[in-house]
């Protein structure tokens, strides 16, 4: 379930209860969060969000690039988890710094096609 734009805690009010309704029936699940939260990033809301996949198989974060706050809390929630976190290759983004390019977004197909 996906919302451009949106930050993580809108993210887990609006899709929170289906998401953790139908988590025990995903094997994987792709989490990009955090680069809209700016200076509102709160391990708090991340954590929230990772826990209603609890039941999924197995968890993949596309981190946010560097300059983004809620990328320190993303790898910590991420090792908390046990989880996999995949780094947005630089040389595959667009200008912005955070969408892939097409390039980025075939690799990205690659990374889960492994799962």
Not at 56 to 77: E, F, H, M, N
Not at 99 to 112: C, E, I, N, P, T
């Amino acid at each position: 379930m996906a919302e451009k734009g949106i930050t993580t805690q809108d993210w887990v009010r609006r899709f929170g209860v289906s998401v953790e309704r139908d988590a025990h029936t995903l094997d994987v699940v792709l989490i990009s969060l955090g680069s809209n939260d700016g200076q509102n990033a709160n391990a708090t809301n991340l954590f929230k969000a990772r826990s209603l996949l609890a039941q999924a198989k197995t968890v993949i974060w596309i981190a946010p690039g560097p300059k983004y706050p809620a990328r320190s809390q993303i790898l910590g929630v991420a090792r908390e988890f046990g989880d996999v976190v995949y780094e947005r290759p630089v040389e595959q983004m667009q200008d912005d710094g955070v969408h892939f390019d097409q390039m980025g977004y075939k690799r990205m197909a690659s990374v889960l096609a492994r799962y």
